[in-house]
């Protein structure tokens, strides 16, 4: 009996250390606190381009091309402006929110 226990600890480390995934029921995809925006222009350099930078507002999700999309929200250029991302499969029912500490991101479950 004592020899069968040993062996079963054995087992069990070495598939612990063999890095195999463990079945994971959610992933948690957090926004980029923050975005920056670059302008270019075709004129001369008199003209002067003005960029622009933003805290991440929201994060919801959006269909983007028929599929679902990860999308954070940052105010530029006097509107919205998306970074996103498509969640991965499995994990295609995502809610975004606050997902604590302030960060802003997307709880995705099995689905």
Same mark, same amino acid.
Not at 66 to 83: A, E, H
């Given at each position: 009996?004592?020899?069968?226990? #040993?062996?079963?600890?054995?087992?069990?480390?070495?598939?612990?250390?063999?890095?195999?995934?463990?079945?994971?029921?959610?992933?948690?995809?957090?926004?980029?606190?923050?975005?920056?925006? #670059?302008?270019?222009?075709?004129?001369?350099?008199?003209?002067?381009?003005?960029?622009?930078?933003?805290? #991440?507002?929201?994060?919801?999700?959006?269909?983007?091309?028929?599929?679902?999309?990860?999308?954070? #929200?940052?105010?530029?250029?006097?509107?919205?402006?998306?970074?996103?991302?498509?969640?991965?499969?499995?994990?295609?029912?995502?809610?975004?929110?606050?997902?604590?500490?302030?960060?802003?991101?997307?709880?995705?479950?099995?689905?």
């Amino acid at each position: 009996m004592r020899r069968l226990l #040993v062996l079963a600890a054995f087992s069990a480390s070495a598939i612990a250390a063999s890095g195999l995934p463990a079945s994971a029921a959610s992933q948690v995809h957090y926004c980029p606190p923050e975005a920056r925006g #670059v302008v270019s222009h075709t004129g001369d350099a008199a003209w002067t381009a003005t960029n622009q930078s933003s805290r #991440v507002t929201g994060a919801r999700v959006e269909m983007i091309g028929g599929q679902p999309s990860l999308v954070c #929200v940052y105010r530029m250029f006097g509107g919205d402006y998306w970074i996103h991302r498509r969640p991965e499969a499995p994990f295609m029912q995502c809610n975004g929110g606050d997902m604590g500490s302030g960060r802003l991101g997307f709880l995705c479950v099995r689905g």
